[in-house]
Antibody
Framework: QVQLVQSGAEVKKPGASVKVSCKAS????????IHWVRQAPGQELEWMGI????????SYAQQFQGRLTMTRDTSTSTVYMELSGLRSEDAALYYC??????????????WGQGTTVTVS | DIQMTQSPSSLSASVGDRVTITCRAS??????LNWYQQKPGEAPKLLIY???RLQSGAPSRFSGRGSGTEFTLTISSLQPDDVATYFC?????????FGQGTKLEIK
């Protein structure tokens, strides 16, 4: 079964960093790109960035530049998202999602279960 | 960044009704538009990609259409299991922005 399993909930103080993991199983890890999306309570989904699970190249949304780092470990089929300088507005549910490509089109077909990050 | 605007923000309809949700892009995105369904406490689920292509496993009562800046998601006959929030997303460029969501309820 193809799935992404994320690490558990985190509680962090303002200014701290958080690192969330996303472990893939059931598919060829290095074939895909993985995105991170977050959702503050009652808010819309916010795209954060993307990592190529094969080569490790990344691209981040402008609002996270300098605070966001995505990495991957091919030996464990795991992707990591680290956000530093946490502020209250970073409190959200963080999702990893697999990019599904058909021709020139892409979408997110497999999602992790989400990781709650509380900043307090 | 491309802004995605959905309407309505909430919707109440009866079982069996035909329901349509609209998504507008601030710039043309051809057919690079996806639709997701999110039920409370769950991760989003892909319903439609490339504007009109039904994702494997998604019920055939869901359909999408549109190109350029205006898109629609239609449920041909609303079922109780369709209670959820629906999001559109553009995949034309990064950041892959989402609409604000449409919350669908049963009357």
């Amino acid at each position: 079964q193809v799935q992404l399993v994320q690490s558990g909930a985190e509680v962090k103080k303002p200014g701290a960093s958080v690192k969330v993991s996303c472990k893939a199983s059931g598919h060829s890890f290095t074939t895909y790109y993985i995105h991170w999306v977050r959702q503050a309570p009652g808010q819309e989904l916010e795209w954060m960035g993307i990592i190529n699970a094969s080569g490790g190249s990344t691209s981040y949304a402008q609002q996270f530049q300098g605070r966001l780092t995505m990495t991957r470990d091919t030996s464990t089929s795991t992707v990591y998202m680290e956000l530093s300088g946490l502020r209250s507005e970073d409190a959200a549910l963080y999702y990893c999602a697999r990019e599904f490509v058909v021709g020139a089109h892409s979408a997110f077909d497999i999602w992790g279960q989400g990781t709650t990050v509380t900043v307090s | 960044d491309i802004q995605m605007t959905q309407s309505p923000s909430s919707l109440s309809a009866s079982v069996g009704d035909r329901v349509t949700i609209t998504c507008r892009a601030s710039h043309p995105i051809f057919s690079y538009l996806n639709w997701y369904q999110q039920k409370p406490g769950e991760a989003p689920k892909l319903l439609i990609y490339a504007s009109s292509r039904l994702q494997s496993g998604a019920p055939s009562r869901f359909s999408g259409r549109g190109s350029g800046t205006e898109f629609t998601l239609t449920i041909s006959s609303l079922q109780p299991d369709d209670v959820a929030t629906y999001f559109c997303q553009q995949s034309y460029n990064t950041p892959h922005t989402f609409g604000q969501g449409t919350k669908l309820e049963i009357k």
